[in-house]
């Protein structure tokens, strides 16, 4: 098998297709099916279908940033095998993604209207993360992927116990993001610095947040 390689020219214009694609189009899924349609349905009072639908849209928006910090990361990447695991995340994450998305809209919902914001500025830092070294990026991998689970955790502690579609959902995420962080470790993710994994989950505080209302 030939292999290709890009330009830089080449991998901007591919980056930036999956950011349209992301934040506005329908991006590259595995084909996993989606948990949420073997979970059974039920009607749910007006002020928890509200509840778990701003819920909802936190986990898609966190999903946009994951996007976006893949994508960075595989883009300033120096190793093949560190930008094919990002690579291979993003596709997972855009499963993810479409889940989400999904389910809002059997909330009734719709998605944050700042994900376009948000994509860019979690590009800018994923883009950094890898420009810091693999290590680092992995690292940085690692680090967002513990918080994650821990935010989903917390989600599904207050989602209304019979939507059982969103809470299968979660589970399934937060079952595929524990094993994003053992997989950057294993690969020689290090450790990050007290003050940057502060700094992580201010930003992720700033997000929740935001997308809980808008």
């Not at 899924?29 to 009072?45: D, F, M, Q, V, Y």
């Not at 095998?81 to 291979?88: A, W």
């Not at 914001?117 to 940085?140: N, Q």
């Not at 930003?203 to 997308?211: F, I, N, Y």
Request: aromatic letters at 6%; one cysteine or more.
């Amino acid at each position: 098998m030939t292999t290709r390689y890009y330009t830089p020219v080449d991998a901007l214009l591919i980056h930036v297709d999956q950011a349209l694609r992301t934040v506005f189009g329908q991006p590259v899924k595995t084909g996993r099916p989606n948990p949420a349609a073997s979970a059974p349905a039920a009607e749910l009072p007006p002020v928890e279908q509200q509840e778990a639908a701003r819920l909802m849209r936190i986990n898609h928006t966190g999903e946009v940033c994951a996007q976006a910090l893949y994508q960075g990361q595989a883009l300033t990447a120096r190793l093949d095998t560190v930008r094919d695991c990002m690579e291979q995340a993003t596709i997972e994450e855009n499963d993810h993604l479409a889940w989400c998305e999904e389910r809002l809209k059997a909330l009734g919902s719709h998605p944050s209207i700042l994900n376009p914001l948000f994509y860019a500025g979690a590009f800018a830092i994923g883009a950094a993360a890898g420009k810091a070294g693999d290590r680092w990026s992995l690292g940085f991998v690692a680090e967002t992927e513990h918080q994650v689970v821990a935010h989903l955790q917390d989600h599904l502690n207050r989602l209304p116990a019979q939507d059982l579609p969103s809470r299968a959902i979660l589970e399934q995420m937060k079952e595929d993001e524990a094993r994003h962080a053992t997989h950057a470790l294993e690969a020689g993710g290090a450790p990050l610095p007290l003050p940057v994994r502060l700094l992580m989950k201010g930003a992720a505080k700033v997000m929740t947040g935001t997308t809980y209302w808008v």
